[in-house]
């Protein structure tokens, strides 16, 4: 299958979330099946073209907006350890700037360089004599992909068998925008927007609609996501529209590339080790310690707690913030966070760390090789988030033997189950209400197996035993691509 994979984000050019870690995987996945994928994304400012070996192809764009065509330039690379080609669409008006959604707010021409992205896309194709089978479009940002191909690209040859799939990785961030101009932007002009058109959401043009009525199926990344966005708590306010197009919505489980994420082979880590050398985790606690100097050798063995987070709402960082400070004062264990966000949440943690200066480790900001070295050094690894659409760090976590505590929803829920001591099944703890007590006693749980042989041995292993492969994940959208070219 020929497939064309369109994002704002890929790992490692352009992340802030999953989403990059997500769209860089899939396609070399399809590549070791077998398929042939390629990959478009803005070239924004930041790109280091040299250092990931872009060159430049001389081909131009010609790409329709509004009632006027602007120019483009593409750059050709691939993605690290692999074949796939990507595509980088330099257009420096729209792109050649440090962010890639914004700096301290969000740019205000977000719905025209999205439109414009969604657009190129199809002029890359084109430009590269690419026929794709599918169009793969990830979040709002290029949602708009779906209604070109159906009104618009499927009319030309080329597009006239291609399928249309738009994958969903957080409802909470929908691209509201203004009616005018949007709609100009993206050449359908305002007779199309009206009450209750598939552009119109309350007197918005709202792009995360606009993706899922037009595509031919809907992905999310993870069954129970899937299921608990049609209803009002999770829905963000679409839960409607995705009742509408429920026959066509499907939940597909993130999965992780093991080739980057696995303590065997990990080369940000003090050691490597796997399933049969657990013993090895510990030295790794012990020169994460020494590094980052909670060196208290009275206390090496005081169990370690790590978050990696963006630090917002979703997170659920009001609970860790209503009882961290409790158990840390008791002594209860170690804390290091890694994360950056909420400008409130920053400065709460960075307080923490001036009062518990031998206890909590916290780095505000960015960090590859930190995330590496907090999920291989801690024991537990917190999660409590509001709502989790599917989460990979969890996943990560179990790869290293770091036992997940979690809320349990989305795609939390499908893949943490609580640890049974009379079974000795389960991998992690976690709990149901968003409510601190509840997170509390779930983390309660957590402390009282550590070092608690032989539990803490057989938990440790059940979590190394997951296999959350990213090439199932791939051969899953595989299926999904067949049902949607069966609609066109
Ligand atoms: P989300 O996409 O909602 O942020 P995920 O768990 O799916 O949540 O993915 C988060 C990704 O971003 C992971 O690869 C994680 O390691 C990474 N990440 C999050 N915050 C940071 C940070 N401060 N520094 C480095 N990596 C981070
Ligand atoms: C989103 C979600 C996260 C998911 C990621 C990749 O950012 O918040 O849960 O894992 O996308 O799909």
Known sequence: MNILLVS??????????????VCATLPREWQRLGQNPIVVMPKYGFINVEKWGFRPTYLTLIVPMGYWTE?????????????????????????????IYGEANEYPDNNRRFIFLARA??????????????????????????????????????FSKTAGVFTIHNLAYQGRYEPHSTMEFSTFGMKEFYPGSWFEFYGSVNFMKVGIMFADKITTVSPTYAREIRYPYYGEGLHDVLN???????????????????????????????LDSLFVKNEVKRSFLYENGLNDYDNLDKPLIGMVSRLTEQKGIDLVRYKIEQYLGEGAFRFALLGSGNKNDENFFVYLKWKYPKDALIQIGYSDLLSHRIIAASDFFLMPSRFEPCGLTQMYSMKYGTIPIVRQTGGLADTVFEYNYATGEGNGF?????????MAWAIRRAL??????????????NAMKMDFSSSKTAMEYLKVFTWALEKV
């Not at 197996?449 to 292993?461: A, E, F, K, M, V």
């Open 8 to 21: 704002a984000e890929i790992e490692p050019f352009a992340k802030t979330g999953g989403l990059a870690d």
């Open 71 to 99: 120019f483009a330039h593409i750059w050709e690379g691939t993605l690290p350890n692999s074949n796939v080609p990507v595509y980088l669409i330099e257009h420096n008006h729209y792109f050649d700037r440090p962010g």
């Open 121 to 158: 896309a199809f002029e890359v194709a084109k430009a590269l004599d690419f026929t794709p089978d599918i169009i793969h479009a990830h979040d709002f940002h290029t949602a708009f992909a779906m209604p070109f191909l159906k009104a618009i690209y499927r009319k030309e040859h080329r």
């Open 244 to 274: 509408y197009r429920g026959a066509d919505l499907i939940g597909v489980l993130n999965g992780v590339y093991y080739n980057d994420w696995d303590p065997n082979v990990d080369r940000h880590i003090y050691k490597n080790y796997n």
């Open 430 to 438: 976690n709990f149901y209400q968003y409510n601190a007590d509840d």
């Open 448 to 461: 009282s197996i550590y070092n608690n042989q032989p539990h803490w041995d057989i938990i440790r292993q």
